[in-house]
């Protein structure tokens, strides 16, 4: 079996999901500064209604900001770590249009 890369093996530890979940993982004026910019960055490029998929998805924080922009018709994410996506299907739950692979 071939061992996961060492940043899959620590952000997929439950312990290190929850305080990344919870505190951002960066700091929060810089997260929020990146998240805005990138949000900007893709709802210029994407038609309205487009079908998003996101790769590495973490804990689903920039998902839930795509969420709230009404300007994307399904998401689709995804994350090499478990617990990281455990957490995003948590506190995404009750968009029904979403998917997680």
Do not use: C
């Not at 919870?22 to 487009?50: H, I, N």
């Not at 790769?55 to 770590?81: N, V």
């Amino acid at each position: 079996m071939v061992e996961k890369p060492l940043s899959l093996r620590v952000y997929d530890k439950p312990q290190f999901a929850e305080r990344f979940g919870r505190t951002g993982g960066f700091a929060p004026d810089r997260k929020e500064q990146m998240l805005r910019v990138t949000a900007d960055l893709l709802l210029a490029l994407a038609p309205k209604k487009s079908v998003f998929l996101e790769l590495g998805a973490g804990t689903g924080h920039f998902t839930e900001k795509m969420i709230a922009t009404g300007h994307l018709s399904r998401i689709y994410f995804t994350d090499g770590a478990t617990a990281m996506l455990e957490i995003a299907r948590q506190r995404l739950q009750n968009a029904t249009w979403l998917t997680t692979l």
